[in-house]
């Protein structure tokens, strides 16, 4: 069963039924619902699909796709040290605060989405 957001000026947009733990994972289609349902939302974010690879020997950043990158990162993944790594790391590379890069999910897993505030 899909739902359906109807708003005046906006075409009607389905949401993903949330059946399962699979389904209820943010998908990155759907991040101009955000600023839809929340007009008080920043503008100027990315929504950003994220395969980090950790213990690796060099730091790299590889674009896969539209919106989706894959990391590699010195840092291992204990303790939470992988993500403090990866937040540093891309707001080294985009040159923003660390603050303005959140995980959204996959605090615990090698695939994570990230909030990416500008």
Known sequence: MVRRL?????????????E???DQRFDPAWAHIIR????????DFMIVKVKVITNAKLEKLEEIGENELKIHLK???EKGKANKALIDFLADHFDIPSSQVKILSGQTSN??????LA
């Not at 695939?111 to 990416?116: D, G, H, V």
């Open 111 to 116: 695939e994570k989405l990230l909030e990416i």
């Open 6 to 18: 109807v708003h005046a000026s906006e075409p009607e947009v389905p949401i993903p039924p949330t």
């Open 36 to 43: 839809f349902l929340n007009p008080l939302y920043p503008v």
């Open 75 to 77: 840092e291992r993944a």
């Open 20 to 22: 399962n733990r699979e």
